[in-house]
C-alpha cells in the first residue's frame, strides 16, 4: 500500500512540464489581472478575468491531454471570449 502512495505521488513530477505549464500560465493570468485593473474599470476587468480564466482552464487542460474539447466547449469558449470583448468595448 506504501508503494502504491509513493507511485501515485510522484507521477505528477515525472512530467515538470506537465506542473510546470500549468503553474506558469496561472502566474501569467495573475500578472494579466494586476495589469488589466491599471488600465481599465473594475467592473470590466473582474468578470474579464474570470471569464477568460474559465476558458483558459478548458482549452490548455485539452491541449495537455485532460479531456479532449467538444465542439460544445469549445463554442462556449468562443462565446465566453466574444462576451469579453463586446464588455470591453462597451466600456471605452
Known amino acids: 500500500r506504501e508503494r502504491e502512495r509513493e507511485s ?3 507521477r505528477a513530477t515525472d512530467s515538470p512540464i ?3 505549464l500549468p503553474f506558469l500560465l496561472n502566474q ?3 500578472v494579466a489581472f494586476f495589469v488589466l485593473l ?3 474599470d473594475l467592473s470590466v476587468a473582474v468578470p474579464a478575468v474570470n471569464a477568460l480564466c474559465l476558458a483558459t482552464t478548458a482549452v490548455v487542460g ?3 491531454g485532460e479531456e479532449p474539447l467538444a465542439l460544445r466547449g469549445l463554442l462556449g469558449a468562443l462565446l465566453v471570449l466574444l462576451g469579453v ?3 470591453a468595448l ?3
Do not use: D
Request: net charge positive; hydrophobic share 35%.
Open 38 to 40: 491599471g488600465q481599465v
Open 90 to 92: 462597451a466600456k471605452q
Open 62 to 64: 485539452s491541449l495537455l
Open 18 to 20: 506537465r506542473v510546470q
Open 28 to 30: 501569467s493570468g495573475s
Open 85 to 87: 470583448l463586446l464588455c
Open 8 to 10: 501515485t505521488s510522484t
